[in-house]
């Protein structure tokens, strides 16, 4: 797999930390902190691996684009927050940035 699949893993790894760490409660719920903990390593793990081969700004880059918009859209769905259109263009703005950031 290459540097960009290795990222693409750790943004998404980022959203299970993100939320797992919304579920945790403060870390006072044992599963979701072990998932959060579990999750930031693996996706701070899978970043610095990525950084080997891609340009660091663009690398972290991407990887808070993929846990923003992950986050904002899981949010939306599994915690009820609302789906505004100014949001939902925030959303967009987010992949924009993404895909501009891959094809530099």
């Not at 719920?29 to 072990?34: A, D, E």
């Not at 691996?49 to 599994?78: C, D, E, N, Q, R």
């Not at 927050?81 to 959303?91: F, M, N, V, Y």
Request: hydrophobic share 60%.
């Amino acid at each position: 797999m290459g540097p960009w699949g290795i990222l693409a893993i750790a943004g998404v790894l980022e959203v299970v930390w993100a939320l797992g760490l919304k579920y945790s409660e403060g870390f006072t719920r044992l599963w979701p902190s072990v998932i959060t903990l579990v999750g930031a390593a693996a996706s701070f793990w899978l970043l610095s691996h990525a950084m080997k081969s891609l340009p660091a700004g663009t690398a972290y880059a991407v990887w808070t684009g993929i846990g923003a918009l992950g986050v904002a859209v899981f949010g939306m769905i599994l915690l009820g927050e609302g789906a505004t259109p100014l949001r939902l263009a925030g959303i967009g703005l987010i992949v924009a940035g993404i895909v501009a950031l891959k094809l530099a």
